[in-house]
């Protein structure tokens, strides 16, 4: 009988541990355009996700400790804004984090976070990314950063081939390529989750897609909406001080215009 006890004690531990792991952060800013010497919103986002990330909804407010929140300029230059956070919601742990960021360089910007935790005896590698425009020109700066395709560094990262501001609009497809410690992760399952939307149990064909043996996967959104690509990795074996397995997660914001960044966009900014 004491036996059967421990045996359900170690189970409700491990799922506990695995729905928390399952939780993912996302980042978004209020606007991908940004007119220079106005200001843009940095929102950091954690969800309930224990249903494998099937949609937009949100868990509670992440704590703060050990999460790296900045904003990468094209020239790459960093500015931290993790300092200026400051949480939407007047009760304990409700709500989201939110900071103003005022550009001053021109050019393609993204917005990086990371947070690398322990839930239970699995260690979390979290990463998100979202990109916006400063001036009417994405490549005013010539630079690291200038460019989309880029890799950041994260252990498990979602690289945009397509440029997630200048080349996104409807029945204009989305590729990505997923990259998992420096290379392609192939046949990694993928989800394009618009703003409102649960995504089917199992594996969505309509909004999900997995990565080819170059790690790219491609979605083709058909309306204007806001888009969470979120990609999940498993180490079950890989271990260390304090936990017996590694879960990593990656997203990626991108907002879907009605009408796309063109030359018509950048002459009437001006």
Not at 51 to 64: A, G, P, V, W
Not at 168 to 187: C, H, M, T, W, Y
Not at 202 to 216: L, M, N, S, Y
Request: hydrophobic share 35%; glycine share 6%; charged share 20%.
């Amino acid at each position: 009988m004491i036996q059967r006890h421990v045996i359900l004690f170690v189970a409700a531990i491990t799922m506990i541990s695995a729905s928390a792991s399952a939780h993912d952060t996302w980042v978004e800013v209020n606007t991908s355009e940004v007119r220079e010497g106005n200001v843009v919103y940095v929102d950091l986002k954690l969800g309930n996700h224990g249903n494998e990330h099937r949609d937009f909804k949100m868990h509670s407010l992440i704590t703060l400790d050990k999460v790296k929140l900045a904003v990468k300029m094209p020239c790459g230059c960093t500015a931290d804004v993790k300092s200026g956070l400051t949480a939407t919601a007047a009760e304990p742990k409700q709500g989201y984090w939110t900071t103003r960021y005022a550009p001053t360089k021109p050019g393609l910007h993204v917005v990086a976070h990371e947070l690398d935790t322990l839930h239970g005896k699995t260690r979390a590698i979290k990463s998100a990314k979202a990109y916006f425009v400063v001036g009417p020109d994405a490549a005013a700066t010539k630079g690291p950063l200038a460019k989309c395709t880029a890799p950041l560094g994260h252990p498990l990262e979602l690289v945009p081939l397509t440029n997630p501001v200048t080349e996104s609009g409807p029945n204009k497809p989305l590729r990505v390529q997923i990259v998992f410690e420096d290379k392609p992760l192939a046949n990694a399952r993928v989800s394009f989750i618009p703003r409102g939307q649960q995504l089917a149990e199992g594996f969505d064909d309509q909004f999900e897609r997995r990565t080819d043996a170059k790690g790219i996967a491609e979605f083709t959104p058909s309306e204007a909406n806001l888009y969470l690509i979120v990609v999940h990795h498993q180490e079950p074996q890989r271990s260390g001080e304090g936990y017996d397995s590694t879960a990593y997660s990656a997203t990626l914001t991108v907002a879907v215009p009605n009408t796309p960044f063109s030359t018509t966009t950048k002459t009437a900014s001006k």
